[in-house]
């Protein structure tokens, strides 16, 4: 697995799921469209872009390079690398018939393409031993009350607000953004000015 400091935004979760087995880095959604009437999703790839850079890696084909002009006309282009495939004919496994285009998208290209791809817009691979930092944890959540307490859903949408985060994030999605944007410490103060 390749560690890398940028964060990556593809357009779904199929894209995210075959990414993640190859690269060790935080990765984003847009929903496809939907990164076109979720402005909480757009600020927060946003503050992802400010605190660490972000590399937009969509599909090929029409859609995704639509996509690809939204985020680049939000984020200033310094904080922005680009990682482009291939045009691949083809279909993903998982589908049965291919995509209008008749491309391949992200999650049906190779663990060779992707790296190379990631590599030719310039992503900051990192070297060491596999080991990274502590970050905040599940269980950290559960000992801070957001998770498995009575009140836990309450502090959890007051936290999502006080963090200007998308209001429906999943437990997991809120802990990977709290891992982008916060060190425990600065949770915990945040919390306790709630």
């Known amino acids: 697995m390749v560690k890398i400091k ?8 199929y894209d995210k799921n075959t990414l993640a087995q190859i690269v060790d880095a935080p990765i984003l959604e847009t929903a496809g469209f939907g ?14 872009a400010r605190e660490r850079g972000l590399i937009v890696l969509t599909d090929s084909d ?16 310094s904080q922005l ?12 496994k998982r589908k049965s018939a291919p995509g209008k285009e008749g491309k ?14 990631l590599r030719r817009a310039g992503a900051t ?15 950290d959540l559960m000992e801070l009350g957001l998770s498995g307490g009575e009140n836990a859903s309450l502090l959890r949408a007051s936290l999502l607000k006080a963090c200007r985060l998308p209001e429906h994030m999943s ?20 919390l306790a000015g709630l």
């Open 104 to 117: 391949l998208g992200v999650e049906g290209m190779s663990r060779e393409i992707l790296l190379e791809a």
């Open 35 to 48: 990164i076109f009437q979720n402005r909480e999703q757009m600020d927060l790839l946003r503050r992802v």
């Open 171 to 190: 437990a997991n999605a809120m802990l990977q953004a709290l891992n982008l944007l916060y060190t425990r410490e600065e949770l915990e103060e945040i």
């Open 6 to 13: 940028e964060a990556i935004v593809v357009e779904g979760r």
């Open 125 to 139: 691979m990192e070297e060491g031993d596999g080991s990274s930092p502590k970050g905040i944890t599940k269980q």
């Open 81 to 92: 690398k680009h990682a482009y495939i291939p045009d691949i004919p083809g279909k993903e």
């Open 62 to 77: 029409g859609a995704g390079f639509v996509i690809r002009n939204r985020i680049k006309s939000a984020i200033p282009a």
